[in-house]
Structure formats: C-alpha cells, structure tokens
C-alpha cells in the first residue's frame, strides 16, 4: 500500500512536471526565510504576508514555466533574448529615474526593471548559441557567445546595477565555462584584467561605487558613514557564537544597529539568532539545491538543456556566494539578496522562474532507445 502511495505520488508530481527533492529543499528554505524575516521585521505580520503573496507568485511562475518544454524554450530564445535587449536600451533613454540609478520601464502604471528577464535570457541565449555546435567550443564560437554576454553585462552596469551585471556575467560565464572555454581564453581574459579593471575605475564607476570598494578594503576607516552597514553585520555575526542568541533574540538588529536588516543584511540577522550551527544548516540547504541543479543538468538529453540546467544552478550559487560575501566583509556591497531569505519580490520572481525551467528539463525527459 505504501508503495502504491508513493508511486501514485510521483506520478503526479511528473504529471505537472515538479521536481519533489529539489521543491522540498525550496520550500524549506522559503520556510525558513519566513521564519527569520519574522525576527528581522520587528514581528510585522503585514510584511510577513506580502512577503507571502509575493512567495505564491515566485512558485505560482515556477509552476508555469515548469510546464513549458525545453523544446519550446529552445525556439523562443532569440526572440526573448532581442526584446530584452531593445528594453534595456529603451531603459538608458526612457526609463524611469530612482535613488539615482535609471533602471526601470513604466507601461500603464506598471514598473518594472527589464534587467530581470535578462538574468533568464542570457544564459538562454549562450545554451542556444552552443546548442548545435561541436564540444568543446571552439576559440571563435567562444567570443562570440562572450559577446553575447557582455553587451547586456554592460548595458546593466551603465544604469547602474552592479548586482545584476554581476549575476548576468557569472551566469553567461558559466555556460562558457560548460561547453569547454579554452583556458588560453581565460589566460588571456586574466591577463587582460589589470588594465580593464584600471579603466573601469577611472571611467567605468560612479563616485557611490568607488566608495563602495574603499570601504569593502577599509571599513573602519569610516565607522559611522559608509563602514558603518558592514562593521555592524560583522559585529552581529560574530556575536551569534556557536548556538546563537535564539530567535527573535538578536540585539544588533532588534536594536536597530543593523541596517538593510530585512533585505541584504538578513543573513546577519540569521547568524545572530541561530549562531555556526544554524548557518551550517542553512549553507547545508542551498548545497542541496546546488547540487540537485547540477544532478538535473548531468541527467539532460541534450546540449541546450544541459548547459543551461548547469548555467541556472550555479548562477543560484553565485546569489548566494556574493550576498554571503559581502555581508562578511569578503566582497563589496553590490545589493544581491539572499534568495528565497530576503524581503523583496521581482528577484525572487525571476530566481522561481529558473527553477521552473531546471523543472522542465528534468521531467519533459524522453525515454530514449538503448
């Protein structure tokens, strides 16, 4: 009987193509940002149920683009990749102007930043390049997909938005690094570095980015301006200890030392309240859902599938890696949530929509001829 159960079960998740390992670590791991969001929020019950509404968007849409086959995907990629490219420059000449940064489309009283759906249609693009070349890539199929890259990497970094160029990069680079970059190229990319990174702080950055960097190298240097978010974060993380102060406990926060508390800084809010313990636990769930995505890219059927399952969860990785890193002090702040754990909504949208199509891949399988 209990065998019957879960085959019946299984049989309906594939039916509706979700993944049930890796949807019980999402859920998990939204579980906990909810829990967490509660202590960081002050107990705000009506920010825990927007946060809420927003959580049944993210896996309403994953639930969506599950049912979309990679198939279908493969041939609306180009078409998705140029519109989101003709809206990242309608943004540099007609969008919207907030907090300094001109990153967003107005429609009929709707906004919305159009560097979202890059974050899918990048890698999308790169995967569709490769699809039906010969691996590993060759030197010139790999420029021309570093293009592919770049030039919407660039036009994000010219709004600015750092954050999200760097999650685009990574996540093109990445596919890159998939299909068999020649390490020459990335000898050369290396060396190249230096003078690149020269120029991009000479011309490249904004006088708020500079500073960002100068406090990332030397936060004491300015304890109650720009060092101040990040000297408290170390502060509150390292007085969680072993075990932690226990929920809803953290005096950095609670106190309201720690800025950005529900949004970037949450993570030291976590390890304020729940100590090494309870960040191992968390690490211990995004490396789940880290390798569960590389399990579905290994177990694809075709190029395209596999390098884009293995681009998606990596670029997870990447969200995780920067907002972990900058809330130690081992990276600048560059404003990356914490998925699925920070408040916030068009970021969680997009990351859901990708572990839709890491669904997709999985379940719209073939079973093929020995």
Do not use: C
Not at 254 to 273: G, M, Y
Not at 321 to 342: A, K, Y
């Amino acid at each position: 009987m209990l065998l019957s159960d879960a085959s019946t079960s299984h049989s309906l998740f594939r039916r509706i193509h979700l993944d049930p390992p890796l949807l019980a670590a999402l859920l998990l791991l939204a579980g906990v940002g909810l829990v967490i969001l509660f202590s960081a929020s002050g107990g705000s019950e009506a920010q825990i149920w927007r946060q809420l509404t927003r959580l049944g968007i993210s896996f309403g849409v994953m639930l969506l683009l599950a049912q979309v086959s990679p198939d279908t995907l493969l041939r609306w990629t180009h078409w998705i990749f140029g519109f989101g490219l003709i809206m990242l420059i309608a943004v540099l000449i007609v969008g919207d102007v907030g907090k300094g940064a001109q990153r967003w489309l107005a429609f009929g009283g709707i906004r919305f930043q159009p560097s979202e759906l890059m974050k899918l249609a990048v890698p999308m693009m790169v995967a569709w390049y490769f699809a039906e070349k010969s691996l590993p890539a060759q030197t010139r199929h790999s420029l021309v997909a570093l293009a592919i890259v770049v030039v919407p990497t660039l036009l994000i970094a010219k709004q600015p938005d750092l954050g999200t160029a760097v999650l685009i990069a990574s996540s093109g680079l990445f596919i890159l690094l998939f299909a068999g970059l020649s390490w020459r190229l990335v000898g050369f990319a290396t060396l190249l570095a230096l003078p690149l990174g020269w120029l991009l702080w000479q011309f490249g950055m904004h006088d708020y980015q500079r500073r960002r960097v100068l406090t990332f190298l030397n936060p004491e240097s300015d304890p109650l301006g720009s060092g101040y978010h990040i000297i408290q974060s170390k502060i509150a993380i390292g007085s969680g200890g072993l075990y932690g102060k226990g929920w809803l406990n953290g005096t950095q926060s609670h106190l309201e030392f720690l800025p950005e508390r529900h949004t970037d800084f949450i993570f030291a809010v976590f390890s304020e309240e729940f100590g090494l313990m309870g960040v191992l636990l968390l690490l211990a769930i995004y490396l789940l859902i880290v390798l569960r995505g590389l399990y579905i890219a290994s177990q694809a059927q075709d190029t395209f599938s596999r390098l884009l399952a293995g681009g998606l969860s990596m670029t997870f990785m990447v969200y995780v890696f920067v907002n972990i890193g900058m809330v130690t002090g081992l990276l600048p702040v560059v404003g990356v949530p914490l998925p699925l754990v920070s408040y916030g909504g068009s970021s969680m949208v997009t990351l859901m929509a990708a572990f839709g199509i890491l669904m997709s891949i999985h379940t719209h399988r073939k079973l093929l001829k020995n």
